[in-house]
């Protein structure tokens, strides 16, 4: 039934499970609240008591316009005080409940928004921390500045023993899967600079056409700019020529990372070493593409762009325009 009830239906009797994890408890006398909120408030008593209130300033509503949300934060730390996750939690008044699942944070691109997914598929996460002490200080953050509020709160992570194959080196298993957590990041990061990238060149190809003063060679400049980038990507994510046509593709770096996270996330035994080679391979393969990436969007778009500007060129995104009175 996966994390709901996807097929049964109301046939059967299905509650949510616990939070996995630590459950870290606490009590807000009062709520944290912005500014605006704050005022409005006040207004509202005033009105219901038929007293007068003054009207913010200008300033004063540009400041409120601009205040960040409130926040209150959990932060965990490890035994050597490294901060290991912050966590966010309720900021109204009242007690509440966070749960720590016990892994670092994901190394997945970050999202403003929070994805749909399927019942089948995980949230974004991180690697498994080492059983050990940790602690955690509650803080609060209201316009911008970080009090705390309370801590440290020890917290000891203890291994049930029910692993059928358990680690025998636990700190080996960590350092591999922190290993592969970095290179997860950096090759998905790779992986949405590539689209990036490519959305930045459709608009330069479009520009190009609207510009009547841009020389020639600016052209075969783009059209070598987009080989090199496809070329980059069936590295990054796979051949799409042979993966539309159900031709056999041969695995790209990002499946090869992925198959890590796949079977290294939710294990506590050791490495497998199929996933070792897996690491090794998506590592040597990654270093060059990389490289090529960096160069391109690094070097060679911006100096694109530069020529484009200097022809007067429309705006396309991620260019500055350039203009003076003269």
Same mark, same amino acid.
């Given at each position: 039934?996966?994390?709901?009830? +996807?097929?049964?239906?109301?046939?059967?009797?299905?509650?949510?499970?616990?939070?996995?994890?630590?459950?870290?408890?606490?009590?807000?006398?009062?709520?944290?609240?912005?500014?605006? /909120?704050?005022?409005?408030?006040?207004?509202?008593?005033?009105?219901?008591?038929?007293?007068?209130?003054?009207?913010?300033?200008?300033?004063?509503?540009?400041?409120?316009?601009?205040?960040?949300?409130?926040?209150?934060?959990?932060?965990?730390?490890?035994?050597?005080?490294?901060?290991?996750?912050?966590?966010?939690?309720?900021?109204?008044?009242?007690?509440?409940?966070?749960?720590?699942?016990?892994?670092? +944070?994901?190394?997945?691109?970050?999202?403003?928004?929070?994805?749909?997914?399927?019942?089948?598929?995980?949230?974004?996460?991180?690697?498994?921390?080492?059983?050990?002490?940790?602690?955690?200080?509650?803080? /609060?953050?209201?316009?911008?500045?970080?009090?705390?509020?309370?801590?440290?709160?020890?917290?000891?992570?203890?291994?049930?023993?029910? +692993?059928?194959?358990?680690?025998?080196?636990?700190?080996?298993?960590?350092?591999?899967?922190?290993?592969?957590?970095?290179?997860?990041?950096?090759?998905?990061?790779?992986?949405?600079?590539?689209?990036?990238?490519?959305?930045?060149?459709?608009?330069? /190809?479009?520009?190009?056409?609207?510009?009547?003063?841009?020389?020639?060679?600016?052209?075969?400049?783009?059209?070598?700019?987009?080989?090199?980038?496809?070329?980059?990507?069936?590295?990054?994510?796979?051949?799409?020529?042979?993966?539309? *046509?159900?031709?056999?593709?041969?695995?790209?770096?990002?499946?090869?990372?992925?198959?890590?996270?796949?079977?290294?996330?939710?294990?506590?035994?050791?490495?497998?070493?199929?996933?070792?080679?897996?690491?090794?391979?998506?590592?040597?393969?990654?270093?060059?593409?990389?490289?090529?990436?960096?160069?391109?969007?690094?070097?060679?778009?911006?100096?694109?762009?530069?020529?484009?500007?200097?022809?007067?060129?429309?705006?396309? +995104?991620?260019?500055?325009? *350039?203009?003076?009175?003269?």
């Amino acid at each position: 039934g996966y994390e709901a009830r +996807p097929y049964f239906g109301d046939d059967f009797y299905i509650a949510s499970n616990p939070p996995f994890g630590a459950v870290f408890t606490y009590y807000l006398k009062e709520e944290l609240k912005t500014l605006k /909120k704050a005022r409005r408030e006040r207004e509202k008593e005033a009105e219901e008591e038929g007293e007068p209130y003054a009207h913010p300033s200008w300033d004063e509503l540009r400041t409120e316009d601009r205040e960040e949300e409130t926040k209150i934060l959990l932060v965990v730390r490890d035994a050597d005080g490294e901060i290991v996750r912050r966590l966010t939690g309720p900021t109204t008044a009242g007690i509440h409940r966070v749960a720590w699942d016990l892994r670092f +944070p994901s190394s997945e691109p970050v999202r403003l928004a929070t994805a749909e997914r399927h019942p089948w598929e995980d949230p974004p996460r991180g690697p498994m921390v080492l059983p050990g002490e940790y602690s955690v200080r509650l803080y /609060k953050v209201v316009t911008g500045e970080e009090t705390e509020l309370a801590g440290p709160q020890k917290v000891t992570a203890r291994p049930l023993g029910l +692993p059928t194959l358990p680690a025998e080196d636990r700190e080996a298993l960590s350092e591999f899967l922190r290993k592969a957590a970095r290179l997860q990041r950096a090759v998905l990061g790779a992986v949405r600079v590539a689209g990036e990238t490519q959305t930045r060149l459709d608009y330069l /190809k479009q520009a190009l056409l609207e510009t009547p003063g841009a020389e020639e060679k600016l052209g075969a400049q783009l059209r070598d700019m987009q080989t090199r980038l496809l070329d980059l990507r069936v590295e990054l994510t796979g051949d799409p020529t042979l993966r539309e *046509r159900a031709a056999a593709t041969p695995r790209s770096i990002s499946e090869r990372v992925w198959r890590i996270v796949g079977g290294q996330w939710t294990s506590s035994s050791a490495p497998t070493k199929t996933n070792e080679e897996a690491y090794e391979i998506a590592g040597r393969a990654f270093a060059p593409v990389l490289t090529g990436l960096r160069e391109l969007v690094e070097r060679d778009l911006p100096a694109f762009e530069q020529e484009l500007e200097k022809a007067h060129a429309p705006w396309t +995104p991620g260019r500055v325009p *350039r203009w003076t009175m003269e």
